[in-house]
């Protein structure tokens, strides 16, 4: 009689222990599919997805115009120009207090309480790691847009997909479909037409040793980029392990103020520092202007990290990239109102081939969403 309550007590506990497994193996789930595709399609998760975009493909198209606006009316800095593509993070600071101060009233409710969180060392060393890619990323565009025409420039900037899909194959376990083979081969090819056209009619007139220059410098510059994107995805899902706003701004300031560090290092060293007060009276739009544009700058790349690291936490890296390669219509439009570059034949047809390359990844995520929907009923 006394073992029926000890059999009862055993099979208590083994089912005890199969309930904490399927837990556990749903929660590994559920991070897994936040890689892809998110689960809950809410009307807060589209206007978050809204928001993200906007940030992203307004501070990209800004940022990128004033930055040819810079070399145009007298700017000559590369280490300047790289620096005011990650010096703008202070201004995240009064957002950063107020997501620690929701995240500190929600914090007995969060899900993720019992995650034990990553150690300072392991922070630092991402954080650091990241910011290094980042510097290096930057410095590599600021020469490419010094050689470069911004509309060629822009155009050149959507082989990041491609290297972007190479790394999220082995980092971040991407699947490769017929659609998104396409839209790497159409996108390679967009940015590869270009290595041919040479801009000497353009505002930025260079030898032709200058323009593959530049060329080289932003391709490698998005190979850098490409991979960034992948290695911050794989930092949310093996080591920061959170979804909150709060996350994304820690990852957005604390790279960016390992790569400012970096570039400091390189302004100073470079000797270039020296000749930025002369810099500044010459140029051709005014003391106030040239201040104002390098500022507008650090805000338009800081709105653009807001928008794509945003996206990166709620889809995936290689959807942030693919919405960047969106605005690749945009700047090339604006870069012929208002800086007079020239839309030639081979540009048209890079650009075509560019927006059929981002058509055709669409298609593939929307033929995935329809699987997914399908899979529930």
Known sequence: MGEAPEIQLQILAEDNKLDENAAERQTNGSMSQSTTIPRKRSYKWWLLMTVYTFFLLSGQSVATLLGRLYYDKGGNSKWLATLVQVAGFPILIPLYYLSSYKSANHSTTTSNSTTKPPSVLVLSGMYSGLGVLLAAACLLYSVGLLYLPVSTYSLICASQLAFNAL???????????????????????????????????????????????????????????????????????????????????????????????????????????????????????????????????????????????????????????????????????????????????????????????????????????????????
């Open 167 to 377: 790394f999220s194959f082995f980092l971040n376990s991407q699947k490769f479909t017929p659609f998104i083979i396409n839209s790497l081969v159409l996108l390679t090819i967009s940015s590869a037409l270009l290595i041919f056209q040479n801009d000497s009619s353009g505002s930025t007139q260079v030898s032709r040793g200058k323009y593959v220059i530049g060329f080289v410098c932003t391709v490698a510059a998005s190979a850098g980029y490409g991979l960034m994107l992948s290695l911050t995805q794989l930092c949310f899902q093996k080591i920061l392990r959170k979804e909150t706003f709060k996350v994304v701004l820690d990852m957005i300031i604390y790279q960016s103020l390992a790569a400012t560090l970096i570039i400091l290092a390189g302004l100073f060293a470079s000797g270039e520092w020296e000749g930025l007060g002369k810099e500044m009276e010459g140029f051709k739009l005014g003391k106030s202007s040239y201040v104002n544009v390098l500022v507008w700058i650090a805000v338009g790349w800081q709105v653009f990290s807001i928008g794509a690291v945003g996206l990166i936490l709620e889809a995936s890296s290689l959807f942030s990239n693919v919405i960047s390669t969106l605005g690749l219509p945009v700047v090339p439009v604006f870069a012929m109102v208002f800086f007079h570059d020239p839309m030639s034949g081979v540009k048209v047809i890079s650009m075509l081939l560019a927006i059929w390359g981002f058509v055709s990844y669409v298609y593939q995520h929307y033929l995935d969403d329809r699987k997914s929907e399908t899979g529930k009923v």
